[in-house]
């Protein structure tokens, strides 16, 4: 079944622990990205790749890293996490068509709190 | 940078009736698709519909609808014959159609909450 998978899909955690979630694709995907989704706010890009081991910042990197060392995953590491980085992650893929986009797969999410 | 706007917070409905959902949108790009996702309890991100800017044609996929208004920059969501299976989070999202942009990236509106009430 072709899907996109994240863990852990729940996580708390205290500020300053380092933490990692992973997500994982078996649709030879080569765009990924990684989204946060906060009351109000919709969804917002904070990293994305092209392909492997080429990664750039969405539109709220800040206290986000990402690393794409295979095609299929793409984690979300959070260094020093901090309470406002308490959201609700998606990550998800798409095919590029001759470089143009294609559907994109989400994820089923990661509820993070942070206190 | 593109901007899309829900400006419906929540909104409810009886069940069999219709429902129509606004957004509208800002960018001088002329070459882009339009979506609607569904966000039930489950939080599962469902594509509903998608629009490509260059159709005319407004997209429509068995009770969902939409009305593309290019000019005006609007894309509004009608449902119709609502069934309770259909209360859930909707967003409004937007993507340029060019190659290698920001990795696909879709730029999403607040949302808007539908309520299908028996």
């Known amino acids: 079944e072709a899907q996109v998978t994240q863990n852990p899909r729940y996580l708390i955690t205290v500020t300053g622990k380092k933490l990692t979630v992973t997500c994982s694709q078996n649709?030879?995907?080569?765009?990924m990205s990684w989204y946060r989704q906060d009351p109000g706010l919709g969804l917002r890009q904070i990293y994305y790749?092209?392909?492997?081991?080429?990664?750039d910042k969405g539109d709220v990197p800040e206290g986000y890293k990402v690393s794409r060392k295979e095609k299929r995953n793409f984690p979300l590491i959070l260094e020093s996490p901090s309470p406002n980085q308490t959201s609700l992650y998606f990550c998800?893929?798409?095919?590029?068509?001759?470089?143009?986009?294609?559907?994109?797969?989400f994820g089923p999410g990661t509820r993070l709190t942070v206190t | 940078a593109q901007t899309v706007t829900q400006s419906q917070p929540e909104m409810s409905v009886q069940e069999a009736e219709t429902v129509t959902l606004s957004c509208t949108y800002d960018?001088?790009?002329?070459?882009?698709?339009l979506f609607w996702y569904k966000q039930p309890p489950s939080r599962q991100m469902i594509l509903v519909i998608r629009?490509?800017?260059?159709?005319?044609q407004n997209a429509t996929e068995n009770r969902f609808s939409v009305n593309f208004q290019k000019a005006a920059k609007s894309f509004s969501l009608k449902i119709s014959d609502s069934q309770l299976g259909d209360t859930a989070m909707y967003f409004c999202?937007?993507?340029?159609?060019?190659?290698?942009?920001?990795?696909?990236?879709?730029?999403f509106g607040g949302g808007t909450r539908v309520l299908v009430k028996p």
């Open positions: 998800a893929s798409s095919l590029a068509i001759r470089g143009l986009p294609g559907e994109q797969y």
């Open positions: 649709m030879n995907h080569e765009y």
């Open positions: 790749s092209m392909n492997v081991e080429v990664t």
């Open positions: 960018t001088s790009e002329s070459n882009y698709y």
């Open positions: 629009q490509e800017a260059y159709k005319q």
């Open positions: 999202a937007f993507m340029i159609r060019r190659i290698k942009a920001a990795g696909n990236k879709l730029t």
